[in-house]
C-alpha cells in the first residue's frame, strides 16, 4: 500500500492551496447549527468541481446535510465534515478545517476508488455544536450500508482514540414576579432563584467525582437595574463517562435548580434539551491505521506526539457507539468491522476483541440494513 500512499498524497498536494482557501473562506462566514447554508454550499462546490462526485442534498430531511458519492466499489468508506460555528466566537472548534479537510482527502482518494474497488462518500454533518445533526442523520439511515468512516478534529498533538464524554443539556426558567426595584417586597426576584442555584451547584462540586463537569450560565438575566425580573433563564450541561452517571449526577443538580426556586418563592421549569451526546467507543482494530506514524496493529491504540506536519489534527476512524444507542459523534453501531484497506489480508481468521466486541477482519459488513429501535434521550 505504500505506493499508492504515495501517489493519494501528491493528489492532496496538488489541492492544498485551494483546500486552504477553502478554510479560510468558512473560518470568514461562520454559520450556527443547523444555519450552515453558505458553508454547505462551498463545501459542495469543491466536491462536484471536481467531475468525481455526485451529491445528494438535503439527507435526514436536514437543509444542511449531504452525500457526496465517488465510486461503486463494495467497500463503503465515509469522511465526516462537520460545519457549524459556536454563537460568538464563530469557528473556535475548527470546524472550518474539518470540512475543507475532508474536502481534501477526499479529492486525494477520488481518483483511486476504481482502483481500490470502493466507494466514497462525504458526509455533511450540520450541527455539531448543538442539535446533535450526525445522530439525526444515523436515526434516519444516511449511514446504513458504509463500513467506516473518519474525520479529523483541530489539536496540537495527534491522538487516535481521544476521549468523548457523553453529555446532556438542560433549560430552566424561573417565575416570580417582577416589579420595580423601589418595593421589592411586592417582588418575587426570579434573580434570587439565579443566585441561589448557582451557589448550591458550587457547593456541590466538592462531592463529585474527578471528571465530572457541570457547566451552567444565565441566559436572560433580566432588563434594566432598577426594574426587579420576573422571569430568569439559565441553561446547563454536565459531562461524564457515561450517560447513566450524567443521569445520576443530574438528579443531584436538579435538585439546586429545584432549591432557588424554593427560596426565593418563584416556580421553575426544567426542559431537557436535544444536545444528547452518548459515551464515545473507538474501534481498537482500526484507530490506529490513522496515525502518521504507526501501522495498523489489532493492539490497543495510544495517543501519540509527532513532528510530521499534521500535529494539528487528532483522527480517529471506525468509531462505534453502544449497541442500539446511537451517538451524534458517532457513525457506526456495534457490529464486524471490515478489513482496514491498509492492512494486509490475513491468512486465517483474525479475531481482536475491542470494547465494544470482538471483530473479525476477514468478513466486511456494512451498517445493518434493518436496525433496532433506537433508546431515545
Not at 152 to 174: C, E
Request: glycine share 8%; net charge neutral; aromatic share 6%.
Amino acid at each position: 500500500m505504500t505506493e499508492i500512499n504515495e501517489r493519494v498524497t501528491r493528489e492532496f498536494q496538488k489541492n492544498l492551496d485551494s483546500v486552504t482557501e477553502l478554510s479560510h473562506e468558512i473560518s470568514a462566514h461562520p454559520e450556527l447549527a443547523f444555519e450552515e447554508h453558505d458553508t454547505s454550499a462551498r463545501v459542495i462546490a469543491a466536491l462536484e468541481g471536481s467531475g468525481a462526485f455526485e451529491v445528494e442534498r438535503g439527507v435526514a430531511d436536514l437543509p444542511t446535510a449531504f452525500v457526496a458519492t465517488a465510486g461503486s466499489g463494495d467497500f463503503v468508506f465515509g469522511i465526516c465534515a462537520e460545519m457549524d460555528a459556536l454563537p460568538d466566537i464563530g469557528h473556535g472548534c475548527g470546524h472550518n478545517a474539518i470540512a475543507a479537510s475532508s474536502v481534501g482527502a477526499a479529492l486525494a482518494l477520488a481518483p483511486f476508488v476504481d482502483e481500490l474497488g470502493i466507494t466514497l462518500r462525504v458526509f455533511g454533518t450540520p450541527a455539531e455544536e448543538k442539535g446533535t445533526g450526525k445522530e439525526v442523520m444515523l436515526r434516519r439511515g444516511v449511514f446504513q450500508g458504509t463500513h467506516a468512516a473518519m474525520m479529523v478534529h483541530p489539536s496540537l498533538k495527534n491522538v487516535v482514540d481521544p476521549k468523548f464524554r457523553a453529555s446532556r443539556s438542560w433549560r430552566i426558567t424561573y417565575t416570580g414576579r417582577g416589579g420595580h426595584a423601589s418595593r421589592p417586597w411586592d417582588t418575587l426576584n426570579a434573580a434570587d432563584s439565579t443566585v441561589v442555584a448557582q451557589t448550591a451547584i458550587g457547593l456541590l462540586r466538592q462531592q463529585l467525582r474527578d471528571g465530572i463537569l457541570v457547566h451552567h450560565v444565565v441566559k436572560d438575566p433580566g432588563g434594566a437595574v432598577n426594574v426587579i425580573p420576573a422571569t430568569t433563564v439559565m441553561e446547563c450541561m454536565i459531562r461524564a463517562d457515561t450517560i447513566e452517571e450524567v443521569d445520576e449526577v443530574w438528579e443531584r443538580v436538579k435538585r439546586c435548580f429545584e432549591a432557588g426556586a424554593l427560596a426565593a418563592g418563584t416556580s421553575a421549569e426544567i426542559e431537557l434539551l436535544p444536545s444528547l451526546y452518548r459515551e464515545f467507543h473507538h474501534d481498537q482494530v482500526l484507530a490506529p491505521s490513522s496515525s502518521p506514524t504507526r501501522k495498523p496493529s489489532a493492539g490497543r491504540s495510544r495517543s501519540t506526539r509527532t513532528s510530521c506536519s499534521a500535529r494539528r489534527t487528532w483522527a480517529t476512524c471506525r468509531w462505534k457507539s453502544p449497541h442500539c444507542t446511537p451517538c451524534s459523534r458517532s457513525t457506526f453501531r456495534r457490529g464486524s468491522a471490515p478489513t482496514p484497506p491498509t492492512s494486509p489480508s490475513p491468512p486465517a481468521a483474525r479475531r481482536a476483541t475491542s470494547s465494544c466486541t470482538t471483530v473479525d477482519w476477514r468478513s466486511p459488513s456494512p451498517w445493518p440494513t434493518s436496525r433496532s429501535p433506537s433508546r431515545s434521550g
